[in-house]
């Protein structure tokens, strides 16, 4: 926490004395905010409790004899994830004033044992004596393709390599002709190389990464939309809903495959054409239901539809796909009867723990797109792009009602976007037409409600699996 401190300096021919001092806490606490939220620096986060906000204190709801136990347990994984994922701390590089070193700061990447050229590095000052520069790897051997000596240049293929010499001119060919390789196989990590002459020292970063092979999916010679898209669902109990929406999709979209991941106690098979149907073990659960989907999709994008949607005239998937197409969004959201619910995710990063805020609303318009937003998640219908929407995943520990907590997981690398005029019906409710069919719908509520033991466990697992302290909901 920041505290106001006044320190006099005395300043100027009259020792005229100055006084420096921070802002006072009100007056700081006052900027920085996002929807309320105070976003500045600091190294704790909290959930303060406001009107009409809803707060969850994620230690609550783990029963007390075992909080301490899961806490050392989440740490000690925690550790582990930053071993493993190092570039999420990262050092922090101040450039010294007046160096006569040139080094690139940005932009120095070689994959894994690999070679590069150094580019930028160079001196710029005068020559009055010999001049000795000394260069410093950790992960990777230095060299020059300069034809020199090894009086002028020590340490070739090594982590060190020193350069001794007192032309400039020779100094700054020898420079320009450093290469770097990577000796070892590290997939994605970050060399901070040390270049010293004299009282100058600098260092610059080489990333080590390696690029994943392109996953790419052929929309056919025509771009028919139905070689780009696949619409994805999951149904439980309800096949009379799941067959009228099937029906409204033959009738704008007859050749288009639909996928329907079906966990009911009793299934009924769906023989119909370009429907793949996967069944599943009986109660196996909403987020279990859309991996298996979305995991035998083989197009581009795949559409989330619920199983008591209604396609109409209005749901238009070529604009759901012309935004993905033109933008960088991952996931675009649409409408539900006119509802095109859209929410932000606000994270706070503290030293034992973490904050999520979810806010309704979204960042700002989508570029090129007037009835298009940036946000970080929308309904239940949506477009996304196949493979970035596979890196995320569905929990599976996840049975019941779970929505937001994909967009939370996917927070950071799925760019999410919303449309309002691309709309999906949904069927009404109580459209049972026989006794049957409300046995159904009875069955289907009892599964469906979200049981105070389903909270407690949904927000035990934000505790250990996000590290999150709390989360706060508007």
């Known amino acids: 926490m920041m505290k106001g401190r006044l320190t006099e300096i005395k300043l100027g021919w009259d020792e005229t004395p100055l006084s420096l001092k921070l802002l006072p806490e009100e007056k700081y606490k006052s900027m920085f905010l996002f929807d309320g939220i105070w976003l500045g620096p600091k190294n ?17 709801y783990i029963d007390k004899d075992k909080l301490a136990a899961v806490t050392e347990r989440r740490e000690k994984e925690f550790v582990d994830y930053q071993r493993r994922y190092p570039f999420e701390t990262k050092d922090v590089l101040i450039a010294q004033p007046n160096t006569p070193l040139s080094y690139p700061i940005q932009g120095a990447e070689v994959m894994p044992l690999h070679t590069m050229v150094i580019p930028g590095l160079g001196f710029h000052g005068a020559s009055t004596e010999n001049l000795q520069v000394i260069l410093q790897a950790s992960f990777g051997a230095l060299n020059t393709l300069a034809d020199v000596s090894q009086d002028v240049v020590g340490g070739r293929g090594e982590k060190k390599l020193t350069i001794s010499t007192p032309h400039v001119k020779l100094l700054n060919y020898i420079l320009e002709h450093i290469t770097y390789t990577s000796t070892e196989y590290l997939l994605d990590v970050v060399d901070l190389v040390t270049f010293t002459m004299g009282t100058h020292q600098v260092r610059f970063p080489v990333t080590i990464r390696q690029p994943g092979l392109p996953k790419l999916f052929d929309p056919g010679p025509d771009y028919n939309i139905s070689n780009m898209v696949t619409i994805t669902t999951k149904t439980f109990l309800r096949y009379h809903k799941l067959r009228v929406l099937l029906e409204s999709i033959r009738q704008y979209y007859p050749n288009m495959k639909v996928i329907v991941a079906d966990d009911s106690e009793h299934p009924e098979m769906i023989q119909q054409a370009n429907v793949e149907q996967y069944i599943m073990p009986f109660g196996k659960g909403w987020f279990a239901g859309r991996n ?12 989330w539809v619920d199983d008591d949607f209604v396609f109409t005239a209005s749901t238009k998937i070529e604009k759901l796909v012309e935004v993905l197409e033109n933008s960088n969004l991952d996931v675009v959201g649409g409408s539900v009867g006119g509802n095109d619910y859209k929410f932000k995710v606000i994270y706070e990063e503290g030293e034992d723990s973490s904050c999520l805020h979810i806010r309704y609303g979204s960042y700002h318009r989508l570029k090129g797109f007037p009835n298009c937003v940036v946000a970080s998640g929308v309904v239940n219908f949506f477009l996304a792009r196949t493979e970035e929407s596979r890196r995320v995943g569905f929990d599976p ?28 019906g949904h069927q009404p409710h109580g459209s049972a037409k026989s006794t049957r069919e409300a046995d159904v719908e009875k069955t289907y509520g009892r599964f469906r409600a979200n049981t105070q033991e389903q909270v407690r466990f949904k927000l035990a697992l934000h505790y250990f699996k996000n590290r999150m302290k709390c989360y706060t909901k508007a």
């Open 292 to 303: 298996l989907a979305i995991s035998q999709v083989t197009t581009k994008y795949y559409l």
């Open 397 to 424: 520990k996840l049975q019941r009602v779970a929505h937001s907590e994909y967009f939370m997981d996917g927070l950071g690398i799925l760019r999410v976007g919303s449309c309002n005029n691309v709309v999906v």
């Open 44 to 60: 704790h986060c909290e959930c303060v409790g406001a009107k009409k906000l809803t707060v969850y204190q994620l230690g609550n």
